[in-house]
């Protein structure tokens, strides 16, 4: 299967043919919106094909075997340090999701009606997926590591399943004790291989563990499982005020009204002189809750004298597949078939060659 990968430069495409059948594109844009945001020469393989747009912009489009993109994603997003069956698991992650979209986009194209939405809302015109982190990172030669190759190599064509669909391969970084399920967190749909499992895996402060998934492992805080938070009443109030819009007022009570089956809130009332709001789901709950984004929705309040103390528990949304979790198992000896049964409950891995 072939997949076309758009490549983000701005706007017009500098590049160069080499003479081993690779092309080089100058100043391609990676982590865009992110703090890491810059731009890159890249080297690629495959086929290009340059999209001239109505505003007079070009867009590069690589067009590449699907399990060659994949062995760079694997690359660009994992660390070489994590163990082979971690890789692996994450290879049909990876696999599962793209193919999931591609399938579901062409479905629609054939429909003759227009592309989903959020696509169009990306810029995702004339191609599958961009090479950024918005779609998966992928960085085409540059960084492709032979534990990569190996990890797609082992799960060639490998993806999960459930009842004969490609399941939605959730992921986040550590579900803090038990995992999320997929209506507290998007839309009301139960996907049965997403429910809520326990998760005695991500408890941990192991460095070795950590530094395979943590990027920036050295900077951040390891203090994920169990955290804290405490805002003195007037700073509460102003980070409400810059993430929602909305004056409060003094804040007199914060409840939570739901949650999910993990522990985490969709639904908080906040209570002030001036307004009273019930917000939701978890996402929102997070962000009009720091100056940044807060861990998780996962959390008791309690007060202090006049401070506002959140207790919580993990990090991200917490559905599908927990990734500290995961690296722990993979560590424990764990083979990715039973990481991936863990967290995809009644799921079968299957091999798609569409
Ligand atoms: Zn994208
Ligand atoms: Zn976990």
Not at 31 to 43: C, P, S
Not at 135 to 154: M, P, T
Not at 261 to 282: A, C, D, F, M
Request: one cysteine or more; hydrophobic letters at 35%.
């Amino acid at each position: 299967m072939k997949i076309r990968v758009g490549i983000l430069t701005a706007p017009h495409i500098d590049y160069e043919r080499r003479e081993n059948g690779t092309f080089l594109i100058r100043n391609v844009r990676i982590g865009i919106g992110f703090h890491w945001d810059r731009n890159e020469d890249q080297i690629f393989e495959g086929e290009l094909e340059i999209l001239h747009n109505a505003d007079g912009t070009e867009t590069a489009v690589n067009i590449i075997d699907l399990e060659d993109y994949l062995t760079s994603v694997i690359s660009s997003e994992m660390s070489a340090l994590s163990s082979p069956e971690l890789l692996k698991a994450h290879t049909v992650i990876s696999r599962s999701w793209v193919m999931r979209l591609i399938e579901r986009e062409r479905r629609i194209a054939s429909a003759g009606t227009l592309r989903s939405k959020a696509f169009e809302d990306g810029g995702h015109v004339g191609f599958d997926v961009c090479a950024d982190d918005h779609c998966q990172r992928y960085e085409g030669l540059l960084r492709r590591n032979d534990k990569a190759v190996e990890a797609v190599r082992a799960t060639a064509h490998q993806v999960l399943t459930y009842e004969g669909e490609i399941c939605d391969t959730r992921f986040s970084k550590c579900c803090g004790g038990h995992s999320e399920e997929f209506e507290y967190c998007w839309d009301d749909i139960h996907y049965p291989y997403l429910e809520s499992v326990e998760c005695p895996y991500c408890d941990t402060h192991d460095a070795k563990v950590l530094r395979t998934v943590l990027n920036n492992y050295d900077q951040e805080t390891q203090d994920f499982h169990d955290w804290q938070v405490r805002y003195a009443a007037q700073e509460l109030h102003d980070i409400l005020l810059e993430k929602s819009g909305i004056d409060f007022g003094e804040i007199q009570e914060m409840i939570p009204l739901k949650r999910g089956k993990s522990g985490r809130i969709y639904l908080l009332k906040i209570v002030g002189s001036k307004h009273t709001e019930e917000i939701g789901k978890e996402l929102k709950i997070r962000r009009w809750l720091s100056h940044k984004c807060l861990y998780s929705s996962w959390f008791d309040v309690s007060r202090e004298g006049t401070d506002w103390v959140l207790t919580g528990h993990g990090w991200g949304h917490g559905v599908g597949l927990c990734q500290i979790g995961a690296a722990v198992m993979a560590e424990q000896g764990f083979t990715y078939e039973q990481i991936l049964a863990h967290y995809f409950k009644g799921s079968v891995l299957q091999v798609r060659e569409a």
